[in-house]
C-alpha cells in the first residue's frame, strides 16, 4: 500500500493543471472575442457618406392669397 502513493502523487503531479497554459489561452479567446466584435460592430455601424444637397424654392403668388 505505501508503493502505491508515491506512483499516485506522481500521476497528480503530472497531471496538475498548467495554469500558465490556461492563463494563455483564456487571454487568447478573450482577445479574439474582443477582435471579433470590434469587427462586427464597426461593420454594423457603416460609413458616412457626404451628400450634396441642394434646396429649391419655388414661389406661387396665387397660394399666397
Known sequence: ?????PSLAQIEQRHRPDRW???IF????V?????SIGSVTSK???SVTQ???TLT???HPELAK
Open 21 to 23: 497554459r490556461d492563463l
Open 1 to 5: 500500500m505505501e508503493q502505491e502513493r
Open 26 to 29: 483564456i487571454g487568447a479567446a
Open 57 to 59: 424654392m419655388e414661389e
Open 44 to 46: 454594423a455601424a457603416g
Open 51 to 53: 451628400h450634396a444637397w
Open 31 to 35: 482577445l479574439l472575442t474582443a477582435l
